[in-house]
């Protein structure tokens, strides 16, 4: 079983936060007409929504490769996902719109396509059991981002929580929310 790095975890989660958190004291500050209890009802849907995606689970075996959610995460918000080996016809390389790479499996029965799972602990790991369980050659196959990246959005994401913490405690403080 492989899971989504907990480095890439605590920094979207992180993020999140940062980006979000001070909504409900600007909407007050500025009498916005979105109530700030409302917008703390959203961030918090918004963060079990976010942790959700992020408890996606990798399960290989001898007979397939799988995508799971725990139960709690409805389908219509993520559905997994699971694709015999013997039905692998390939692995595909396509670019994104930002230039990175990522692979997809392609199904011999429907010629539907999986993306394989890159976040995860272990990559190389699951890499190798692709390999294995299919026989394609995945000697050029990278993750799509490397932990120095996502080490340096969550420094970034820690000072604008700084910032975030300090700006609301001087507003509080101060006096300067109604």
Same mark, same amino acid.
Do not use: H, N
């Given at each position: 079983?492989?899971?989504?790095?907990?480095?890439?975890?605590?920094?979207?989660?992180?993020?999140?936060?940062? =980006?979000?958190?001070?909504?409900?004291?600007?909407? &007050?500050?500025?009498?916005?007409?979105?109530?700030?209890?409302?917008?703390?009802?959203?961030?918090?849907?918004?963060?079990?929504?976010?942790?959700?995606? =992020? %408890?996606?689970?990798?399960? /290989? +075996?001898?007979?397939?490769?799988? $995508?799971?959610?725990? #139960?709690? $995460?409805?389908?219509?918000? #993520?559905? !997994?996902?699971?694709?015999?080996?013997? +039905?692998?016809?390939?692995?595909?390389? #396509?670019?994104?719109?930002?230039?990175?790479?990522?692979?997809?499996?392609?199904? &011999? %029965?429907?010629?539907?396509?999986?993306?394989?799972?890159?976040? /995860? /602990?272990?990559?190389? #790991?699951?890499?190798?059991? /692709?390999?294995?369980?299919?026989?394609?050659?995945?000697? +050029? $196959?990278?993750?799509? %981002? &490397?932990?120095?990246?996502?080490?340096?959005?969550?420094?970034?994401?820690?000072?604008?929580?700084? $910032? +975030? !913490?300090?700006?609301?405690?001087?507003?509080?403080?101060?006096? =300067?929310?109604?």
């Amino acid at each position: 079983m492989f899971r989504i790095s907990p480095l890439i975890r605590l920094t979207l989660l992180s993020l999140y936060s940062a =980006l979000t958190m001070p909504l409900p004291f600007l909407a &007050q500050a500025s009498e916005a007409p979105v109530p700030p209890l409302l917008l703390w009802v959203g961030i918090i849907l918004g963060a079990i929504a976010l942790y959700g995606a =992020l %408890s996606e689970k990798v399960i /290989v +075996d001898e007979e397939q490769i799988q $995508v799971a959610y725990p #139960r709690w $995460v409805p389908p219509f918000f #993520r559905k !997994g996902w699971s694709l015999p080996w013997t +039905d692998v016809k390939d692995l595909k390389m #396509r670019t994104t719109g930002q230039g990175g790479l990522v692979y997809y499996f392609i199904s &011999q %029965s429907s010629e539907k396509a999986y993306l394989l799972p890159m976040r /995860v /602990v272990g990559f190389a #790991r699951l890499v190798k059991l /692709v390999e294995k369980y299919t026989g394609i050659d995945t000697t +050029d $196959v990278r993750p799509l %981002s &490397q932990p120095w990246m996502y080490l340096i959005l969550l420094g970034f994401t820690l000072l604008l929580l700084l $910032v +975030d !913490g300090w700006t609301i405690w001087t507003a509080t403080t101060q006096g =300067l929310l109604p």
